[in-house]
């Protein structure tokens, strides 16, 4: 086996000023300095601390990250360090997030956006709500917070392609996630900043898929006016037989059928129908949380789905729920997690870049960059 030896020779008299002898070995005083690791956090280099950021919000938990970075760097890091590299990085990724949102916004009010809208196509836009558990009670006594999530994306970006059946199927292949644990007033910038960068104003055509909540009806209002708002066809099936259980007191038999017959009608835009039929119904019946003649009046602009299908538009934000499982659920929400608001928020700023594939782009370079500015390496 062969073995080697590195020795330090100075190149200059400065350097060998930085040398002291002891037992006979010359040492580098301090060797922090002569490495440029006494400016960083950690004593880890920047490259290292993105390596070990990226494997904190790459596996299931922290102690899953330092297993995954002993076997793949070799290196041994402890997951407490592990976390607070994470923290740090996904920080810095945050707050950069912040300034560009606000950029975003301020260039809005300025009038100094340009909306050429020069492409044919489809920029899409879909935003949810998830609840993850913190440490922290909040008004209601409850530890839960909401995760307000938005997904960008174009149809420069799917792949299309119809399978053996003829059945027309789509791929996305590039899409932009933005996270955000807070208000609706914060996070809307959020959504904005994102949009321009996938392309907002310059498609023709802009498709906000959601929910149909008050507050992202009113957030597409203000910000996407142009945009054709779609109340999500399947969430709207979810009411219906829902509110079917209950019209039917949980016989199947009944509402099943009636349930299929009412999604059906609204697919093919028949919602008057279907608004006369339920007149003669209980608004809420007792013990169910739907009222469907109010979901469906309130969002009446939003469900024309037999012309928006006609027009090419995906009528499901299925793209968002998956979104949903990917960011949040498989890193954020597994058996026993708790979170600090800052840690979770951190944690998701670099779930998005990586799920984005804007890890090099958002976090590596300006990172390296903001290191190599404050004389770190």
């Known amino acids: 086996m062969t073995y080697k030896r590195y020795a330090l020779i100075p190149k200059d008299e400065v350097s060998k000023s930085m040398l002291f002898e002891f037992n006979g070995q010359k040492r580098v005083v301090p060797f922090d300095d002569y490495l440029g690791l006494s400016g960083l956090p950690f004593k880890i280099t920047p490259a290292a601390m993105l390596k070990i950021a990226f494997w904190a919000q790459n596996q299931g938990s922290y102690q899953r990250a330092e297993d995954a970075i002993m076997e793949a760097m070799g290196i041994k890091v402890n997951d407490d360090t592990i976390r607070q590299v994470a923290n740090y990085v996904g920080s810095k990724v945050f707050n950069a997030d912040c300034e560009k949102a606000n950029q975003a916004i301020a260039k809005l009010e300025s009038g100094r956006l340009d909306f050429a809208k020069t492409k044919d196509g ?56 933005i996270s955000y644990i807070g208000s609706a007033q914060e996070f809307k910038k959020h959504l904005f900043a994102c949009a321009l960068r996938g392309g907002y104003g310059k498609f023709k055509n802009t498709v906000v898929l959601s929910d149909g909540a008050a507050w992202i009806r009113s957030m597409v209002d203000e910000l996407f006016p142009d945009a054709q708002q779609i109340l999500d066809f399947y969430h709207l099936c979810e009411n219906v037989n829902e509110y079917a259980k209950y019209i039917f007191k949980m016989n199947e038999v009944e509402s099943k059928p009636w349930a299929r017959k009412t999604c059906d009608a609204l697919r093919n835009s028949n919602y008057q129908q279907v608004l006369h039929e339920l007149e003669d119904l209980e608004r809420k019946p007792r ?28 009528i499901g934000s299925g793209a968002i729920e998956s979104g949903n499982k990917i960011i949040l659920q498989d890193r954020l929400k597994r058996a026993g997690m708790r979170w600090n608001i800052a840690t979770a928020q951190a944690m998701l700023s670099l779930r998005t870049k990586a799920e984005s594939g804007r890890w090099f782009t958002d976090v590596t370079t300006p990172f390296l960059h903001d290191c190599l500015s404050c004389s770190f390496v």
């Open 122 to 177: 489809i920029v899409y836009i879909q935003t949810d709500g998830a609840a993850l558990n913190t440490r922290i009670k909040n008004d209601a006594n409850s530890t839960w917070r909401e995760n307000k999530l938005g997904e960008v994306f174009s149809t420069e970006g799917i792949r299309f392609w119809n399978d053996k059946k003829g059945k027309r199927k789509h791929q996305i292949l590039a899409k932009e996630y």
């Open 287 to 314: 013990g169910c949380s739907v009222n469907l003649y109010g979901y469906i009046t309130n969002n009446i602009k939003n469900i024309d789905y037999a012309a928006y299908e006609k027009q090419g538009f995906f």
